[in-house]
């Protein structure tokens, strides 16, 4: 029998990008506070270090995307904050990185990215969007320079974003009713 070799999907961030890390740790805890606030659903991190911020001592990268959504104890679907430091107007690209694809195809429930779209001067549940992971997945990676480096990432399709957590919840509502919660 021939031995799999298992290739790394994604390094763990490096120092240079130690800042970077910290504010998508905050981020993604006021992510998940609103979400909280605004519906039955608790989110449970399941990523590597999501509200902990960088960690030089830490050398494992995450296998699974942020959060757990739970409802009533019930896994019903997985979420993944991030920051971006454009309007969605005047981005003209959303690109989800590529290892975050390939957590979304193993999967047994749905996810979903969220990103806060930081220059919108509008409350955080509004400027908040949001793409299932299906729609990612179907869309065409490539490696591009951003961000100061080479990324490998989907670059989705605009029109399959949604506007705002209160539409996410609506969502995960529906979804909730599927998986029998």
């Known amino acids: 029998m021939a031995k799999r070799k298992i290739i790394r999907l994604v390094c763990r961030p490096m120092d240079w ?3 970077r890390t910290d504010k998508g ?3 993604a805890k006021e992510i998940r506070k609103a979400i909280e606030s605004m519906s039955p659903f608790k989110l449970k991190p399941i990523g590597v270090l999501v509200e ?8 494992v990268p995450s296998e699974d995307l942020d959060y757990e ?3 009533e104890g019930k896994r019903i679907a997985v979420i993944d904050p991030t920051c971006s430091n454009y309007t ?10 590529y290892y ?5 195809k193993r999967l047994d429930v749905p996810a979903f990215m969220v990103y806060s779209m930081e220059k919108e001067k509008r409350p955080l549940a509004d400027r908040c969007m949001w793409i299932h992971g299906k729609d990612v997945i179907k869309c065409k990676p ?3 320079y951003l961000g100061g480096k080479d990324q490998h990432n989907y670059m989705t399709n605009k029109p399959d974003w949604h506007r705002g957590l209160q539409s996410l919840i609506k969502e995960l509502l529906k979804i909730r009713i599927i998986f029998g919660a």
């Open 17 to 19: 990008e130690k800042d």
């Open 88 to 97: 969605f107007e005047e981005s003209m690209i959303m690109p989800v990185n």
């Open 69 to 71: 959504v739970l409802y």
């Open 142 to 144: 490539e490696w591009r």
């Open 25 to 27: 740790s905050m981020c």
């Open 52 to 59: 902990e911020g960088f960690d030089p001592n830490v050398n």
């Open 100 to 104: 975050k694809g390939e957590i979304i």
